[in-house]
């Protein structure tokens, strides 16, 4: 929830700075403004199933991002154009702003690995990029003809969907650039100053990530209520009470950690592993008795539990340490 909080942050405040440039519309009042007037009300919702027409909503504007990504790529040319009055020139008409490459015969070259100290921090990117065990309970419950073949099909199609999404995004975005910043829509202010169609995008992100956060944050509330009251009925009082505590918890963390790498170095240290790959092992394991130990499933299951709990290493190396947990 930490990584949707730090993109309304960046995004809301770059998108309104640009049309209104006003003091108030600093970063950490538009987060307390973002989550008490709208992630607050849609995290209230009794029913997940109510925050479907929002979910597919997101997942529109993502795809609108995804497009745009790849469109820009036959916009942007590279090497980028070195005009006559120095490296710089803006264009009035288009808002296009152009800054020379350094070295155009090795910027445009695409490159098949690239390994240095940023490296570490995609390993916990693309494993948080998968997570969605804390949901999987909760969407099961709101299935129509609730069975393990249907779960099957959708957290199939969910995920595959999602890969592709990331696989375009990633790869284009590296293709018009090859220097990509690690916040992808922010490296096209290298090129544009004002473009429409990028501020459309970044607003679009803005509502995307705005309306996942009730998604999260509804497992976890259930969690909380079921391990602290678990024989007690339904409260609204307690139901707010949770979700108000999480959230401004949240807010606390994006108006005081001054960037996201911290957050992943400290979840990546101390819990990532174990949910994304011990627990759920551990649980199929323990549960699926049908299958033989034996069984390609369960042997596949076992070795990745053996490979996670084996990456806790005590001895790394020291750009992974924050990340071989």
């Given at each position: ?52 027409y ?6 529109t ?19 980028l ?67 393990r ?9 969910s ?54 956060v ?11 209520s ?9 409260s ?71 490979l ?11 750009p ?6």
């Amino acid at each position: 929830m930490k990584i949707f909080h730090f993109d309304v942050h960046d995004n809301d405040c770059y998108f309104l700075f640009l049309l209104f440039r006003e003091w108030y519309l600093n970063g950490n009042y538009l987060v307390i403004l973002v989550t008490i007037g709208i992630i607050l009300p849609l995290s209230l919702l009794k029913s997940l199933g109510y925050l479907g027409y929002t979910s597919g909503f997101s997942l529109t504007c993502m795809v609108f991002f995804v497009s745009v990504v790849i469109f820009k790529k036959s916009q942007i040319p590279c090497p980028l154009p070195i005009m006559d009055h120095g490296l710089k020139d803006t264009s009035p008409k288009s808002g296009v702003e152009y800054e020379a490459h350094s070295d155009s015969n090795d910027m445009c070259q695409p490159k098949y690995f690239v390994f240095n100290s940023r490296t570490a921090y995609a390993i916990p990117i693309l494993a948080f990029a998968f997570v969605c065990h804390p949901e999987v309970l909760p969407i099961y419950s709101e299935l129509k003809d609730r069975s393990r073949k249907r779960m099957q099909n959708v957290s199939n199609i969910s995920i595959t969907g999602m890969l592709i999404m990331y696989l375009l995004a990633a790869l284009f975005g590296y293709l018009t650039f090859y220097e990509v910043e690690d916040e992808l829509l922010h490296t096209y202010t290298k090129v544009y100053t004002f473009d429409t169609l990028l501020l459309s995008v970044r607003l679009a992100v803005l509502v995307a990530v705005t309306l996942t956060v009730p998604l999260v944050l509804f497992p976890i509330r259930s969690s909380i209520s079921a391990l602290l009251f678990p024989k007690r009925p339904f409260s609204w009082i307690r139901h707010f009470l949770i979700a108000a505590v999480i959230l401004a918890f949240n807010d606390l963390l994006v108006i005081f950690v001054p960037t996201i790498k911290d957050i992943f170095g400290f979840i990546g240290a101390s819990s990532a592993t174990m949910l994304i790959f011990i627990l759920p092992a551990a649980f199929y394991l323990r549960l699926v008795e049908k299958e033989p130990l034996r069984s390609p499933q369960k042997i596949g299951t076992f070795d990745l539990q053996h490979l996670a709990v084996a990456h806790k290493c005590p001895h790394k190396p020291k750009p992974l340490a924050p990340y071989c947990y």
